[in-house]
Each structure stands twice: as structure tokens, then as C-alpha cells.
């Protein structure tokens, strides 16, 4: 069983940054793609980043391409999303989630284990 905690996320003005982080409990964190989602309010959860196991293979959604960066560090057990150039349309609640097997994937339903989410809130 992997345990994720999201933190990192806040109020921030249009234009500005944030990083979240995503840490996990499982020593075995290399086994396990890792990806970003975000679930606006009033909306299905979307898909945000994908990180493959080794780190060498990402994946974003189009609304995001060139101002968010997934990375992740084995040492610390954690995957991290810079996020830069917020516009309010980025205004979700962003869940970090692990999927075992050795692709990245860009469906909720393909991964296995989730964390309870961090707010991220952008005033225009």
C-alpha cells in the first residue's frame, strides 16, 4: 500500500508560481509512475503530468504544456510540479496519484493509489 501526501499548494496571483510536492511512503518509489491531476470545481478530474518511473519520460496536457514541470526525486521519495505562469483557469484541487507498471499514462482509472489532494487557488 502507498500512502501520498500533497502539499505545497496555496492562493497565488495570475502570473505567479507554485510547487507542489507529493510525497511517498513506499521505499519501493521507483517502481511507480507517478502523475499529476487536478479536478476543478464543478468538474471531472483531468489530467495534468506524468513522470515515468526512472524519470526520463514525461507527459503533459495541452493547458499546461511550457508552464508546469513534473521531476521527481528518488532519494526523497517525492515527485514535485512546478507550476509557473498560473492563470485562473488553473483553480483545482491537485491530486498526486502512482501507477504500478513500467508506461506513464494520462487516465485516472490507470493508476492505483492516491493522495487526498492540495487546493490551489489563482485570483485574476
Known amino acids: 500500500q502507498v500512502q501520498l501526501v500533497e502539499s505545497g499548494g496555496g492562493l497565488v496571483q495570475a502570473g505567479g508560481s507554485l510547487r507542489l510536492s507529493c510525497a511517498a511512503s513506499e521505499r519501493t518509489f521507483s517502481n511507480y509512475a507517478m502523475g499529476w491531476f487536478r479536478q476543478p470545481p464543478g468538474k471531472e478530474r483531468e489530467f495534468v503530468a506524468t513522470?515515468?518511473?526512472?524519470?526520463?519520460?514525461?507527459s503533459y496536457a495541452d493547458s499546461v504544456k511550457g508552464r508546469f514541470t513534473i521531476s521527481r526525486e528518488h532519494a526523497k521519495n517525492t515527485v514535485f510540479l512546478q507550476m509557473n505562469s498560473l492563470k485562473p483557469e488553473d483553480t483545482a484541487v491537485y491530486y498526486c496519484?502512482?501507477?504500478?507498471?513500467?508506461?506513464?499514462?494520462?487516465?485516472?482509472?490507470?493508476?492505483?493509489?492516491w493522495g487526498q489532494g492540495t487546493q490551489v487557488t489563482v485570483s485574476s
Open positions: 513522470v515515468s518511473r526512472g524519470g526520463g519520460s514525461t
Open positions: 496519484a502512482a501507477r504500478r507498471g513500467t508506461t506513464i499514462a494520462r487516465i485516472p482509472s490507470e493508476y492505483d493509489y
